[in-house]
T-cell receptor, first 115, second 115 residues
Framework: GAGVSQTPSNKVTEKGKYVELRCDPISGHTALYWYRQSLGQGPEFLIY????????DSGLPNDRFFAVRPEGSVSTLKIQRTERGDSAVYLCASSTQVGGSDTQYFGPGTRLTVL | KNQVEQSPQSLIILEGKNCTLQ??????????LRWYKQDTGRGPVSLTIMTFSENTKSNGRYTATLDADTKQSSLHITASQLSDSASYIC??????????????FGKGTKLSVKP
């Protein structure tokens, strides 16, 4: 597969639980982005990585959200003490470089439901 | 405040007809404007990217226009097909030294093409 993949495709959890969402970017893409999309809304920026480092995490809503990309490829978005308001589709995208007119390639998303 | 507004919110057209979707933005300083197509349950797919100096760009039956003076963009779809049914999202990038936190997404226009 040459595209961005995300696992799981669906995740149902209970309020207060911890969840991890995984993103496998396109091979060789140095930039990786996480977005959150609520029903009927456009994606909302959360965080982006250039290589292994989080270059901009200003979109993370609070300290319950954290993301890592330890080897500069796969990234994991971690949500602690989930709340019902965290329910959304979490999208990951990757691109060859940051900024300019680079095209971001999106994965299919992980649909998170917090009961 | 940086904002991207799209109209109409939803649109129903008959197969074979043309349609035009609108995007108005108040993002500054402007870097580029993108149109994405998002099928239900899928991640967005890039259609066009336009910088300040470009006022039209085509991708098959999709033609995007940009008027940087009035801060308006449109996406024209010619000879619509059933597979064009999707949400179309306008995204404007502000130029802050490459920070990806300044991708501002519209809420999208939901297009339904009927036979």
């Amino acid at each position: 597969g040459a595209g961005v993949s995300q696992t799981p495709s669906n995740k149902v959890t209970e309020k207060g639980k911890y969840v991890e969402l995984r993103c496998d970017p396109i091979s060789g893409h140095t930039a990786l982005y996480w977005y959150r999309q609520s029903l009927g809304q456009g994606p909302e920026f959360l965080i982006y990585f250039q290589g292994t480092g989080a270059a901009d995490d200003s979109g993370l809503p609070n300290d319950r959200f954290f993301a890592v990309r330890p080897e500069g490829s796969v990234s994991t978005l971690k949500i602690q003490r989930t709340e019902r308001g965290d329910s959304a589709v979490y999208l990951c995208a990757s691109s060859t470089q940051v900024g300019g007119s680079d095209t971001q390639y999106f994965g299919p998303g992980t649909r998170l439901t917090v009961l | 405040k940086n904002q991207v507004e799209q109209s109409p919110q939803s649109l129903i057209i008959l197969e074979g007809k043309n349609c035009t979707l609108q995007c108005n933005y108040t993002v500054s300083p402007f870097s580029n404007l993108r149109w994405y197509k998002q099928d239900t349950g899928r991640g967005p797919v890039s259609l066009t990217i336009m910088t300040f100096s470009e006022n039209t760009k085509s991708n098959g039956r999709y033609t995007a226009t940009l008027d940087a003076d009035t801060k308006q963009s449109s996406l024209h779809i010619t000879a619509s097909q059933l597979s064009d049914s999707a949400s179309y999202i306008c995204v404007v990038s502000a130029h802050y030294g490459g920070s990806q936190g300044n991708l501002i997404f519209g809420k999208g226009t939901k297009l339904s093409v009927k036979p």
